[in-house]
C-alpha cells in the first residue's frame, strides 16, 4: 500500500485542534495541522471585536490535562477577556513544541476519500497537496460568518465589517457615528463595550434577546492560588454536570415553592456571577412552559427596572419565546447602555432596512448617515464551516449532499459514508451544548482512543455503520423533544435568516447533556465499537 504523508492531518487551531495535536504529539505519530488563520487560536484569534469575552468561569474553561500547565498559568479575570484566552492558548502551543506540526494561512478546499490509498487527499487554497490515513475536523461551531442579505452591503464607502472579521488594529471611535446591526450574543457585549466611547451609537435589532448579568470581577493572587488547590475538585464538578459548568439544575420544581421564596431563590441567581441563572434554575425552567413563563417575567421585569424609557425597555424584552430557550447572552451594563443619551434602538420589525448606501443606512422611514457600519449578524453556525469545504467521501457523494437535509452522524464525531474521518466537535455532539473545552477534552480523548485502537491492531479502515447513525439521530430528537430550546427558532435549531437552508432535521446538537453522551461513548469502547466497520 502506497505511503501516505501522514497519519492524521488536523484541521483548526482552536480550542480542540490543538489538545487533538497534543494526543496525538504524545501517540509518537506523524501528523499535520492545517489552520487558515496566521496563528493559533480559532474563535479567540478571529473575533477581535471590542468586548469578546468568554462566558465560562475561567478556571473552568482551560485545559485539565497538565498538572504543570495547571499551575504555571494565572487568570487576570473569572470571565477571561479575548486577548487573554488567545496568549493562553499560544502558551499551551509554546510549552508543548506543538507549533512545529502547524502550517498556518491555510484554507483546506477539498478533502476526497481515494480507496486505492485508503486515506484523503486534501488540497488548499495555496495549491498543497497532502495525503493522509485519518482525516479530523476542528473547524468551529461558529467559525462561517454571515452578513445580512442587504442591498448595498459592499457600498459603503466607510470602516464596515462583520465581527469575526474586526480590524486587527483596534478601532478608535472617539466622536464617530457607529450602527450595530443585530442583538445576540456577539451585538451585546460589543455594545456594552463601545456605548460610552463613541460619539452616537445607532442599535438597530432584528429580534431581542434575554440577557442576563456576567458579573465579572478581577482575580486576585490569592484567589489564584486558592484555585489552583482546587482545580481537582473544580473539574470533577464539572464532570458532573450535565453542561460542563460549575451550574447543575436545582432539584426543586418551580411551582413547588412558595412565591416569596422562589423570588428570593431568583433574586440570588440574577446577582451571582455566570450561567448559573441559566443552568442553575429549576429543574423544570427549562422544559415545562408554565414555570418557564414564570421566570420570564421575572427577568422581564429586571429590563424594565434597568431601561429609563419603558418603551425601549418594551422593545428589548422578548415576545417570541420564553427565557433560556434560545442561548443567554451574558452582559455588563447592556439594558444601562441604553439610558445614555448617544444610544438610539431601532426596531427593525417596526422600520425595517432597504438597503446600505455609501454613506449609511436607508431605511423604511428614514435614511441614517453613520462612520462605521458593524455587523453582528451571526454565523451559519455548526454546519457552515463544513459546508465551505469540498468533502468527497464513498461514492463520490459530498458532505454537502448527505446532509441536505440536516446532519446524519454518529456520536456527531463520525459520518457513514466518510471513512477515516473524526469531526471532533461536529454536528450532533454532546460537546457543542456543554461548556465547551470540558466537552472538547470529553471528545477529543475518546477519538484518540479509538485511534489508538486503530493503530495498535493495524486497522487502516473505519465508517460508522448506518443503522448507529439512526440510532444517534433518534436520540437527538429525542433530547431536542425534551426541551424547549428545541422548539425554537435558534442557531441550535439551524436557523438563520441570512441563510437559503431549511434543514429537515431541525436540531444541531446533541441537548441529553455530558453525563448521558458519556455514557453512550463508554459502551461503544466497552462493547468493542459495535457501530463502526473496521478492517
Request: proline fraction near 4%; include cysteine.
Amino acid at each position: 500500500m502506497k505511503n501516505l504523508d501522514y497519519d492524521a492531518i488536523v484541521i483548526g487551531a482552536g480550542v480542540c485542534g490543538i489538545y487533538q495535536a497534543y494526543k496525538l504529539q504524545q501517540m509518537g505519530k506523524r501528523f499535520l495541522l492545517l489552520e487558515q488563520g496566521s496563528d493559533v487560536g480559532g474563535t479567540w484569534y478571529w473575533n477581535r471585536y471590542p468586548g469578546c469575552r468568554f462566558d465560562s468561569e475561567s478556571e473552568t474553561y482551560g485545559y485539565s490535562f497538565s498538572k504543570e500547565l495547571l499551575k504555571e498559568w494565572n487568570w487576570t479575570e473569572h470571565f477571561s477577556p479575548r486577548e487573554e484566552t488567545e496568549k493562553y492558548l499560544q502558551f499551551v502551543v509554546k510549552k508543548f513544541d506543538l507549533r512545529q506540526h502547524m502550517v498556518f494561512d491555510r484554507r483546506l478546499e477539498s478533502a476526497i476519500w481515494k480507496p486505492e490509498i485508503s486515506g484523503w487527499e486534501l488540497t488548499t487554497n495555496e495549491g498543497d497537496t497532502f495525503t493522509t490515513r485519518f482525516l479530523l475536523t476542528a473547524i468551529g461551531l461558529l467559525s462561517s460568518p454571515t452578513l445580512p442579505r442587504y442591498k448595498g452591503v459592499e457600498k459603503f464607502k466607510s470602516l464596515s465589517f462583520h465581527t469575526f472579521n474586526a480590524p486587527r488594529e483596534p478601532v478608535d471611535f472617539s466622536g464617530k457615528n457607529v450602527a450595530v446591526i443585530g442583538t445576540g450574543a456577539t451585538g451585546v457585549q460589543l455594545i456594552s463595550e463601545i456605548a460610552n466611547k463613541v460619539g452616537s451609537l445607532t442599535i438597530f435589532q432584528r429580534r431581542p434577546n434575554w440577557c442576563a448579568p456576567l458579573h465579572n470581577s478581577r482575580i486576585t493572587s490569592k484567589e489564584m492560588n486558592d484555585i489552583k488547590n482546587r482545580y481537582e475538585e473544580i473539574f470533577s464538578l464539572c464532570g458532573k454536570t450535565p453542561s460542563g459548568f460549575y451550574h447543575d439544575v436545582d432539584p426543586r420544581k418551580t411551582f413547588d415553592v412558595a412565591p416569596e421564596d422562589r423570588e428570593a431563590f431568583w433574586e440570588k441567581l440574577y446577582s451571582s456571577p455566570g450561567f448559573g441563572v441559566w443552568l442553575g434554575n429549576f429543574k423544570d425552567m427549562l422544559v415545562n412552559s408554565e414555570a418557564n413563563a414564570e421566570f420570564t417575567k421575572f427577568v422581564a421585569q429586571k429590563i424594565r427596572q434597568r431601561v429609563n424609557d419603558p418603551k425601549v425597555a418594551e422593545k428589548l424584552i422578548p415576545k417570541d419565546h420564553g427565557f433560556g430557550t434560545r442561548r443567554v447572552p451574558m452582559e455588563t451594563g447592556y439594558y444601562e447602555a441604553f439610558n445614555q443619551d448617544n444610544v438610539k434602538l431601532i426596531d427593525i420589525g417596526e422600520n425595517p432596512i432597504e438597503y446600505i448606501t455609501e454613506t449609511g443606512i436607508q431605511t423604511k422611514d428614514i435614511h441614517y448617515p453613520f462612520d462605521i457600519i458593524i455587523y453582528a449578524t451571526g454565523f451559519d453556525a455548526v454546519t457552515g464551516a463544513f459546508d465551505k469545504i469540498n468533502i468527497v467521501g464513498e461514492n463520490k457523494q459530498t458532505l454537502r449532499e448527505k446532509w441536505a437535509d440536516g446532519p446524519q452522524t454518529h456520536f456527531g464525531l463520525s459520518v457513514s459514508g466518510f471513512p477515516n474521518m473524526l469531526t471532533l466537535a461536529g454536528p450532533q455532539s454532546g460537546s457543542v451544548a456543554t461548556n465547551f473545552p470540558r466537552g472538547i477534552e470529553e471528545a477529543v480523548n475518546w477519538c484518540s482512543q479509538m485511534l489508538e485502537h486503530l493503530f495498535d491492531n493495524n486497522i487502516h479502515y473505519f465508517n460508522p455503520r448506518e443503522e448507529a447513525e439512526s440510532f444517534w439521530g433518534d436520540q437527538v430528537r429525542e433530547m431536542s423533544e425534551r426541551i424547549l430550546f428545541g422548539k425554537e427558532q435558534s442557531w441550535f435549531t439551524g436557523y438563520n435568516s441570512n441563510v437559503d437552508r431549511n434543514y429537515r432535521h431541525k436540531c444541531l446538537i446533541y441537548a441529553g447533556g455530558q453525563i448521558r453522551f458519556r455514557k453512550f461513548l463508554t459502551e461503544e469502547v466497552s462493547n468493542g465499537y459495535p457501530g463502526f466497520i473496521m478492517r
